[in-house]
């Protein structure tokens, strides 16, 4: 059952920063599962439900819903070994990360998030939420503007340097011309992680992610 995260979950986020090689990671492998890993894991079943309350074709395996620690360095110009984050994430099956609408929690060094959105641009994965929105613009605008949701997320994803898109209510004119759209929540307030009631937040904050992530999917 989840209790909560540590303080050691930090401090070993801020060690493996400073010390992102296999020898340091070897020698606190089993710190990193008791401490991170395990109590993620617990996290991650407890907030599963509310999660597939939004999809029901979420992959809900906790081993796929907690991200890994170990980098991918192959594309990338940062060749550092280990993540000194960590995040649980959970979307459909099938594609990379890059490609998804993603509900997700972080927890990093010095604060934590949820949210839903875009690993970044996303150009083809916009081609298809516009229309959705443009379909039902009264909607997805009462769902954004409810005091209750925007005083919580921001609005964050790249905007078009030139505006590419201009026939549509003038209010949703900033959503469709932004190369990713994701909404975001982010505090520096670490001690609420450390309590088994983060989980509560993090549900309520799901709530009210849902309509708006199913509205972008098309599936409602």
């Not at 540590?6 to 992102?20: H, K, L």
């Not at 907030?47 to 999809?55: G, S, V």
């Not at 690993?119 to 939420?129: D, F, H, V």
């Not at 898109?165 to 011309?177: H, K, Q, S």
Request: a neutral charge; charged letters at 30%; proline letters at 7%.
């Amino acid at each position: 059952m989840f209790q909560g995260l540590n303080e050691d979950t930090y401090q070993f986020f801020w060690e493996i920063a400073f010390q992102n090689e296999p020898s340091f990671f070897e020698a606190n492998r089993e710190r990193y599962k008791k401490n991170v890993y395990e109590p993620l894991k617990e996290l991650a079943i407890a907030i599963t439900p509310a999660a597939q309350e939004i999809d029901g074709e979420f992959n809900v395996r906790p081993s796929s819903i907690v991200s890994r620690i170990r980098r991918d360095t192959r594309y990338s110009k940062d060749k550092s070994m280990y993540r000194d984050h960590a995040w649980l994430g959970f979307r459909r099956p099938g594609g990379m990360l890059s490609e998804s609408l993603v509900v997700y929690a972080e927890f990093e060094r010095e604060g934590y998030g949820y949210g839903m959105g875009m690993y970044g641009s996303n150009p083809a994965l916009m081609r298809e939420i516009r229309p959705r929105i443009l379909a039902k613009p009264q909607k997805f605008l009462s769902l954004v503007n409810d005091p209750a949701f925007a005083e919580r997320f921001e609005v964050m994803g790249d905007s078009f340097k030139r505006p590419r898109f201009t026939d549509a209510p003038e209010e949703v004119l900033p959503y469709l011309n932004r190369k990713g759209l994701s909404f975001c929540f982010s505090s520096p307030n670490l001690k609420n992680t450390l309590s088994p009631e983060i989980a509560d937040e993090i549900i309520e904050a799901f709530s009210l992610l849902k309509p708006v992530y199913r509205l972008l999917m098309g599936l409602d």
